[in-house]
């Protein structure tokens, strides 16, 4: 944790500097975030886990503690089974989807080029620069960033980077609800949440290590509605879109994997297991300097590709 703090203590401005760049997507303020639970014994071990990582210097993590009643009354959305909560402040969130096709306009805005539908099947170094096979052509650069995710291992256990990255494969749905909530809500014993995507609610949830390209399991799905149906009133958990599983990058050590590799030209950006979204902007803006500066920014030092 005191490793992710310089990165975190950016990592929200960093999405104000794209919108203020042209990126076209809103962050919006939780209010409130919850994190909810049947008893008050049952918080305990988050709020064990809040006070370790302000104790190891994100001190902006603010947090304060709910009865079920004061719950239930901040979020109507909420059933009696919810006992106890825990409120975080300061906490934004987004619309995916929206999110990444406002970077990818912004980028051809930019003049930059998008290639929709291309595999890398591979990256080699030469003496005129970095070339990416695409399979039927070949595209020739000064440096590259590998940004594969769960599938980045392939691309760059050539050029130094021997930490494995696993796919921690999450789970999707979106439903109908007679009134959508003010903010995400979280069930850590459930490991689920669910956020407003639009005007329908996204519930998530699941860590499941599997093949990145393995098939949707229907039972996951499945767990996922048994787990939240308790605590939820007016959500119609059985009118379920978008049912969807997507491979989170999971380090063993749970550190990501940001900088250069043996080549000095090929870069790595990848293995933020569940923080890939809060921490994708800042990762960037820290990669960028790398890249073009030619030196890796001391608060990257912890997440060295070639450690």
Not at 9 to 15: D, I, S, T
Not at 111 to 126: D, I, Y
Request: charged letters at 25%; hydrophobic letters at 40%; glycine letters at 12%.
């Amino acid at each position: 944790m005191t490793a992710y703090v310089p990165l975190n203590e950016r990592a929200l401005e960093a999405f104000d500097a794209l919108a203020a760049g042209g990126v076209e997507a809103v962050t919006h303020r939780a209010s409130p975030f919850l994190a909810l639970y049947r008893t008050e014994r049952e918080r305990s071990g988050l709020l064990a886990e809040l006070q370790a990582i302000r104790d190891s210097g994100q001190s902006e993590v603010v947090f304060g503690q709910l009865t079920g009643e004061q719950a239930r009354a901040l979020e109507p959305v909420l059933t009696d089974r919810v006992g106890a909560g825990v409120q975080l402040y300061g906490q934004r969130y987004l619309h995916p989807p929206e999110f990444v096709g406002a970077l990818a306009a912004s980028v051809r805005a930019r003049g930059g080029e998008v290639l929709e539908g291309s595999g890398v099947r591979s990256v080699r170094e030469t003496p005129q620069g970095v070339v990416l096979d695409l399979g039927d052509r070949e595209r020739r650069h000064d440096a590259v960033i590998v940004a594969t995710g769960a599938w980045s291992e392939r691309l760059t256990r050539r050029f130094g980077v021997r930490e494995p990255v696993q796919a921690g494969r999450g789970y999707s749905f979106s439903v109908p609800v007679e009134r959508m909530p003010g903010g995400p809500l979280y069930f850590p014993q459930q490991r689920v949440a669910v956020t407003p995507l639009g005007d329908r609610l996204r519930v998530a949830g699941m860590m499941e290590f599997r093949r990145p390209d393995a098939p949707l399991d229907a039972r996951r799905i499945d767990a996922v509605v048994d787990a939240v149906r308790p605590f939820l009133a007016g959500v119609d958990l059985d009118d379920r879109q978008d049912e969807w599983v997507g491979s989170r990058p999971v380090t063993g050590d749970g550190l990501p994997l940001i900088g250069r590799t043996s080549s000095e030209r090929v870069f790595v950006a990848g293995g933020h297991g569940m923080w890939g979204i809060a921490l994708g902007p800042v990762t960037g803006m820290l990669l960028a300097e790398a890249v073009l500066k030619g030196e890796t920014p001391e608060v990257l030092r912890p997440f060295d590709p070639l450690r």
